[in-house]
């Protein structure tokens, strides 16, 4: 490590402890708030209780209590129920977009508007999802869907207003991009690993956009980027880019090739931008009129499957601000943290959570600047949100 990043590790750490009252004060407050919530709705956190800004907070401490699928069993089950019910789908159809009873479909390069019965969703825990593969039938003049393919990976957050179900954001993606932004809005490392934990566990691979990269000179960028340095490690994808300059398009192209993609991140960090700007060159290429339309698209309140040709289907998400991680317990914790590993050998106790014991050398290391201490903090702080 050279001196100008150890130096920038410092000064962060300096950062941290300045900001540690207050982030202690705010999560006694938010503490707070969810056990007067819990006590009020009798264990169910109720709707007019619950903020955009606490509710997935909220469902991390309690949702388990409320027998909610996990990401694991919501995979299981739709696996199951699909089995037990029919054979193999012939010629599966791809949902583009959902609406209420209602989904449109690509197959045969054709799109089809299909009827979705509402026992799909009983079955599955959770609605259809954009990404879904299903089998449509002709059903006089209409379609209808007649069953839903096992799902080999699932991007959820828990619904907050059904206690029994995950509200899919997409299904059988494999590539997940979540594209966060400089300067408007800033870059926080620390929202990056709840993102990359939830993505991680729905079984499909990250990959960090840092979009609008052209806000910043040649010094900046560096600094900036040297915060991502853990996720590197961590070998996830990271590409700098900009709608504005064409920076980074050519590398999201190549780590989206013949995949089924979905763009996460939250408003304004410029998902639907990167998405006119893969298009629209994708378009002059290809000149296919069957590439990316307008109609039926709401960006800030669902998701739509986009095809760009050659197997390759990016989907366009409304801004999330976070991911609820209710399924994940403190022992599970630490499998998205594998740089606590080694050093973890060398604590005083075999089974130290790093974060209240003596003689951690996880701890001792981010005091040295030797593992980072944003990622820590997360940990920590994830760590007492979980409760269990
Ligand atoms: N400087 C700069 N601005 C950008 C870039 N990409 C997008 N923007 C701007 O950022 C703003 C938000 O972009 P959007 O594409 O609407 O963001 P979004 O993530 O799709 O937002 P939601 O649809 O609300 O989730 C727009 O004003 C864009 O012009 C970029 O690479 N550089
Ligand atoms: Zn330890």
């Known amino acids: 490590m050279d001196r100008l990043s150890k130096r920038q590790i410092k000064r962060h750490q300096m950062d941290l402890r300045k900001q540690a009252p207050h982030e202690e004060m705010k999560a006694r407050k938010q503490a707070a708030k969810a056990r007067r919530a819990l006590r009020r709705g009798k264990g169910e956190v109720r709707e007019q209780r619950v903020t955009e800004d606490n ?20 995979v299981a089950q739709a696996r199951d129920g699909f089995e037990s019910e029919t054979g193999e789908i012939e010629n599966p159809g791809l949902v583009m977009s959902v609406a209420s009873g209602r989904c449109r479909v690509f197959r045969d390069g054709e799109e089809l508007d299909a009827f979705v019965p509402p026992e799909i969703a009983v079955r599955q825990k959770s609605a259809l999802a954009v990404g879904d593969r299903v089998d449509v039938v002709r059903e006089g003049e209409a379609w209808r869907v007649r069953a839903v393919m096992p799902r080999t990976t699932v991007l959820a957050r828990p619904d907050p207003l059904h206690a029994h179900r995950q509200r899919l954001i997409a299904a059988n993606v494999d590539v997940v991009i979540h594209v966060v932004s400089v300067k408007a809005p800033p870059l926080r490392p620390r929202l990056i690993d709840r993102f990359l934990i939830a993505i991680q566990r729905g079984g499909a691979q990250p990959v960090l956009c840092v979009n609008k990269i052209d806000l910043l000179d040649a010094e900046e960028r560096e600094a900036e980027l040297e915060k991502l340095t853990p996720y590197l490690d961590l070998k996830v994808p990271i590409i700098g880019a900009s709608t504005k300059t064409g920076e980074g398009l050519d590398a999201l192209r190549d780590l989206v090739q013949g995949k089924l993609a979905a763009l996460v991140g939250h408003s304004g960090v410029g998902k639907s931008s990167i998405l006119n700007a893969l298009d629209a060159s994708l378009q002059l290429a290809t000149n296919d009129l069957h590439h990316k339309r307008a109609t039926g698209r709401h960006t800030t309140t669902a998701s739509t499957l986009y095809d760009f040709g050659d197997g390759t289907y990016l ?30 050998e060398s604590c005083r106790f075999t089974d130290c959570t790093h974060v209240h014991e003596p003689d951690c050398e996880v701890k001792e290391r981010v005091e040295r600047g030797e593992l980072n201490a944003a990622r820590y903090e997360t940990y920590v702080r994830l760590w007492g949100d979980l409760l269990t």
């Open 55 to 74: 509710w997935e907070e909220l469902l991390d401490q309690h949702g388990r209590s409320r027998k909610r699928p996990s990401i694991d069993e919501l």
């Open 315 to 344: 989907i366009d998400t409304p801004g999330i601000r976070e991911f609820g991680l209710w399924d994940l317990d403190r022992e599970s914790l630490r499998d998205y943290f594998p740089e606590f590993t080694e050093p973890a």
